[in-house]
């Protein structure tokens, strides 16, 4: 495979993570690194060993001398950062959420088709070992056709002190979060047609909702519900573990906590272990999360190669931020939401 070079913009609290895996992917490295804070820029230019470094992502972009742009920004800058990256025809990767609006989101597919650059949202938790466990029984027809699923996040973690700006927006879970777990219910039960969302705020310390329950109807027939919970004091404390229910036509499948997968059918029980691989560089309990981040990076790296279309590419997460927007609109009029106008 050849090797390819890329620039990082956004050196925070998650690039960290990318910078580990983007040392660990074959086929790609970090040659530019971009942070508006000369802190975070020190920061993280120092622990990886990059000496290009720049405060403005215009300037980095001018001097060029990559192949392609990893956006590790929050959701505000997103949309700019990536029509910057498609002027200067440079395959983009862009964290989740996708943009602050759905309208901006089209936009952004719309200037990478123009200058015919790939754009990847870094949607990683599809990625996620158990994730892909599940996936693969489904595959491998060991429960049928399923009819209906539950796919739930139900935590009381601290999310707040590594991530502050998860407190302070009008937004919180569904936009953070539940997009996460709504793109799982769209990889393992396929593309939605309506849902109907409630939310609630129960943390009085934050501004957005940290409550989300949404049924999902999919074009499949199958009916899901996707529960998504930063209020939830557990015995155990799950946190990131999405937990996956699925009924099917010929058996069952549970995703339990701690990585354990149970599929019934007609054979019996079988129960696997779908740990995460803890990478060295990796902690508990986000080891899930890491691993998956390299696991994106070297699709994206792959496909790069290939020249073939991301598992999560621009336009695949429009339909996933599709569902975040009706969720939204859904809770806050109590009606139900049909996805096919807003895409
Ligand atoms: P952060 O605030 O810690 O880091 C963002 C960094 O970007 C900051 O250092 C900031 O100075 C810099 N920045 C912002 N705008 C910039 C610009 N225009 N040019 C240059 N630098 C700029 O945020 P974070 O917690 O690292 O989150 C970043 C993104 O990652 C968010 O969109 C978040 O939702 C996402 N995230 C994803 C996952 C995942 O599993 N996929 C997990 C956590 C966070
Ligand atoms: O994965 C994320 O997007 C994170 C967290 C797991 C804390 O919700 O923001």
């Known amino acids: 495979?050849?090797?390819?070079?890329?620039?990082?913009?956004?050196?925070?609290?998650?690039?960290?993570?990318?910078?580990?895996?983007?040392?660990?992917?074959?086929?790609?490295?970090?040659?530019?690194?971009?942070?508006?804070?000369?802190?975070?820029?020190?920061?993280?230019?120092?622990?990886?060993?990059?000496?290009?470094?720049?405060?403005?992502?215009?300037?980095?972009?001018?001097?060029?001398?990559?192949?392609?742009?990893?956006?590790?920004?929050?959701?505000?800058?997103?949309?700019?950062?990536?029509?910057m990256a498609a002027s200067h025809r440079l395959p983009v990767i862009c964290q989740k959420p996708f943009a602050p609006t759905l309208a901006d989101a089209k936009a952004m597919v719309a200037?990478?088709?123009?200058?015919?650059?790939?754009?990847?949202?870094?949607?990683?938790?599809?990625?996620q070992t158990p994730i892909q466990a599940v996936r693969k029984a489904l595959d491998a027809a060991q429960i049928g056709t399923p009819f209906w699923g539950r796919f739930s996040f139900r935590s009381g973690?601290?999310?707040?002190?590594?991530?502050?700006y998860l407190a302070e927006g009008a937004r919180f879970i569904i936009e953070d979060l539940g997009i996460h777990t709504l793109d799982i219910a769209r990889y393992i039960l396929g593309d939605v047609t309506a849902?109907?969302?409630?939310t609630k705020r129960v943390n009085p310390a934050i501004k957005g909702e940290d409550v989300a329950t949404i049924l999902l109807d999919h074009e499949t027939g199958a009916t899901s519900v996707v529960d998504v919970s930063y209020a939830t004091k557990a015995s155990v404390e799950p946190f990131p573990e999405t937990l996956i229910e699925l009924d099917g036509t010929e058996g069952s499948l549970r995703l339990m906590q701690g990585y354990r997968l149970e599929i019934t059918n007609a054979a019996g029980t079988?129960?696997?272990?779908v740990q995460p691989t803890l990478l060295p560089w990796a902690s508990r309990p986000w080891h899930n999360i890491q691993e998956s981040v390299l696991a994106i990076q070297q699709h994206w790296t792959e496909r790069l190669a290939s020249g073939a279309e991301t598992s999560t590419s621009g336009a695949d997460n429009?339909?996933?931020?599709?569902l975040v927007e009706a969720a939204y609109e859904s809770a806050a009029t109590l009606q139900p939401v049909t996805i096919g106008p807003l895409i």
């Open 270 to 273: 079988e129960i696997h272990d």
């Open 195 to 198: 849902l109907t969302a409630r």
């Open 111 to 127: 200037a990478c088709a123009a200058a015919g650059v790939p754009l990847m949202i870094h949607e990683n938790f599809r990625w």
């Open 1 to 83: 495979m050849p090797s390819f070079q890329g620039a990082l913009i956004g050196c925070g609290f998650f690039a960290v993570n990318q910078m580990h895996a983007w040392q660990d992917v074959d086929g790609a490295e970090i040659v530019a690194i971009c942070d508006r804070d000369p802190e975070r820029l020190r920061i993280v230019g120092d622990q990886f060993g990059i000496a290009r470094r720049y405060s403005d992502a215009a300037q980095m972009m001018a001097d060029g001398g990559f192949d392609f742009v990893d956006i590790a920004t929050t959701v505000n800058s997103h949309r700019a950062l990536v029509e």
């Open 157 to 164: 973690y601290d999310v707040f002190s590594g991530q502050p």
């Open 318 to 322: 429009l339909k996933t931020f599709a």
